[in-house]
């Protein structure tokens, strides 16, 4: 079964937003109840001719925050944003060239604090097939997509507990080619397993 622009509407339209594993948020929950900086991701949905497919893009390397890691489009929050889907646009803009007339906003995923101190909001939208990817070499080192039946299937996403501080914490990675999917992009990908639902435990 492959999935379709009509799923994919129709769960978020008639579900409520996924929430993650407590154990995957077990890292930040030390966080709870601070002021954190707030941000947004988008989460872009591409139709090509072999299906849909999702945007990723691999950080520059000289970032400060997690840089080489691959993530969604995105960052904080400011002041002039109107939302965090105003933010999440701004952002996919500026890092790879997507216009606001090119992307088509679905809803969202709860937010998800990070080590970093930030609130991430997860943007779902779908993107033009005909953007052309402009790259900010000073944030962005590569775009590239990954076909979404690949992505939301579970077999494809690996995951790990182990203990720390008398806590347990739950990891997930994705290896897609050369790409490793990690960290809150790879939970952020969880979540949208849940929220998406095309795959049967026995697909």
Same mark, same amino acid.
């Given at each position: 079964?492959?999935?379709?622009?009509?799923?994919?509407l129709?769960?978020?339209?008639?579900r #409520?937003?996924?929430d993650?594993?407590?154990e995957s948020?077990?890292?930040? +929950?030390?966080?709870?109840? #601070?002021k &954190?900086?707030k !941000? !947004?991701?988008l989460?872009a949905?591409v139709?090509?001719?072999?299906?849909?497919?999702v945007? /990723?893009? +691999?950080? !520059?390397? $000289?970032?400060? @925050?997690?840089?080489?890691?691959?993530?969604? *489009?995105?960052? +904080?929050?400011?002041?002039?944003?109107?939302?965090?889907y105003a933010?999440?646009?701004?952002? !996919? @803009?500026?890092e790879?060239?997507?216009?606001?007339? #090119? =992307?088509?906003?679905?809803?969202s995923?709860?937010?998800?604090?990070?080590?970093?101190h930030?609130? =991430?909001t997860p943007?779902?939208?779908?993107?033009? *097939?005909?953007?052309?990817?402009?790259?900010? *070499?000073?944030?962005?080192?590569e =775009?590239?997509?990954v076909p979404?039946?690949?992505?939301?299937h579970?077999?494809? &996403?690996?995951?790990?507990t182990?203990?720390?501080k008398?806590?347990?914490?739950?990891?997930?990675?994705? *290896?897609?080619?050369? $790409? /490793?999917?990690?960290?809150?992009t790879?939970?952020?990908?969880h979540a &949208?397993? +849940?929220q998406?639902?095309?795959?049967?435990?026995?697909?």
């Amino acid at each position: 079964m492959h999935l379709t622009r009509t799923t994919i509407l129709r769960d978020f339209q008639l579900r #409520q937003p996924s929430d993650y594993t407590l154990e995957s948020l077990s890292r930040t +929950k030390h966080l709870s109840g #601070q002021k &954190l900086r707030k !941000a !947004a991701v988008l989460v872009a949905f591409v139709e090509r001719s072999t299906g849909l497919n999702v945007i /990723f893009t +691999k950080r !520059a390397a $000289h970032l400060k @925050h997690h840089p080489s890691q691959v993530s969604f *489009p995105g960052g +904080k929050c400011e002041r002039w944003d109107s939302s965090v889907y105003a933010t999440a646009i701004r952002e !996919a @803009h500026e890092e790879i060239g997507l216009t606001q007339h #090119q =992307v088509e906003l679905i809803g969202s995923l709860p937010e998800l604090n990070t080590v970093s101190h930030f609130s =991430v909001t997860p943007v779902v939208a779908f993107a033009s *097939p005909d953007y052309q990817a402009t790259i900010d *070499p000073n944030e962005v080192e590569e =775009v590239f997509e990954v076909p979404a039946d690949y992505l939301l299937h579970p077999r494809n &996403l690996h995951h790990a507990t182990f203990a720390l501080k008398n806590a347990r914490h739950r990891v997930f990675a994705i *290896p897609y080619q050369r $790409h /490793f999917i990690w960290g809150m992009t790879a939970q952020i990908v969880h979540a &949208l397993q +849940k929220q998406i639902q095309i795959y049967t435990a026995s697909s």
